[in-house]
T-cell receptor, first 116, second 113 residues
Framework: GAVVSQHPSRVICKSGTSVKIECRSL??????MFWYRQFPKQSLMLMAT?????????EQGVEKDKFLINHASLTLSTLTVTSAHPEDSSFYIC????????????FGQGTRLTVV | GENVEQHPSTLSVQEGDSAVIKCTYS??????FPWYKQELGKGPQLIID?????GEKKDQRIAVTLNKTAKHFSLHITETQPEDSAVYFC????????????FGKGTKLSVKP
């Protein structure tokens, strides 16, 4: 089956620093990747959609200069949280979709970010 | 904006009983409705999905029903087992994009042995 891998699974960083999260599709080419954020005991909220080779589309209220998304290849997308603050602590989850918008997207295992 | 409502937020059943979780959605253009199981500290795992041209789908102990007119869809788990305990999320596609999902708030299911 389709496998999406996120790295790291958990990370702790100091306030003010930046942290990068990778999302890889291991056995298929992902034309589109989605980044979600999930606060404790809450639902998943879409942050942005990225297509390979294009700029990401951000959801309303998500700061594009704070959450930098790069989708430079068909198997890798990265999310960089810049100048992290404690309120950015959350569970970040990516999903990857091959083909067109009518195909299923597969989720990664998530990255737990803690900003201290 | 688009919204998905999910009920109940918590559900406790005895092992062997059935569990039903219900969702409603607002986007008339939604055509894909997946259900996910999420265990603590892990990403969501797809357990079943249904498309708008189908009214019901079943996979062993799990079934999903969809009423497009009423914008309702439900998850049914029969013969529940302790390992079914987890948080379950329903979702609806935003328009026709199966990857762009609006999630419900989740249901914490506890199955007591």
């Amino acid at each position: 089956g389709a496998v999406v891998s996120q790295h790291p699974s958990r990370v702790i960083c100091k306030s003010g620093t930046s942290v990068k999260i990778e999302c890889r599709s291991l056995d298929f080419q992902a034309t589109t990747m989605f980044w979600y954020r999930q606060f404790p005991k809450q639902s998943l909220m879409l942050m942005a959609t990225s297509n390979e080779g294009s700029k990401a589309t951000y959801e309303q209220g998500v700061e594009k200069d704070k959450f930098l998304i790069n989708h430079a290849s068909l198997t890798l997308s990265t999310l960089t949280v810049t100048s992290a603050h404690p309120e950015d602590s959350s569970f970040y989850i990516c999903s990857a979709q091959s083909g067109d918008r009518h195909t299923e997207a597969f989720f990664g295992q998530g990255t737990r970010l803690t900003v201290v | 904006g688009e919204n998905v409502e999910q009920h109940p937020s918590t559900l406790s059943v005895q092992e062997g009983d059935s569990a039903v979780i219900k969702c409603t959605y607002s986007d008339s253009a939604s055509n894909y409705f997946p259900w996910y199981k999420q265990e603590l500290g892990k990403g969501p795992q797809l357990i079943i999905d249904i498309r708008s041209n189908v009214g019901e789908k079943k996979d062993q102990r799990i079934a999903v029903t969809l009423n497009k007119t009423a914008k309702h869809f439900s998850l049914h788990i029969t013969e529940t087992q302790p390992e079914d305990s987890a948080v379950y999320f329903c979702a609806a596609s935003r328009g026709g994009s199966q990857g762009n999902l609006i999630f419900g708030k989740g249901t914490k299911l506890s199955v007591k042995p």
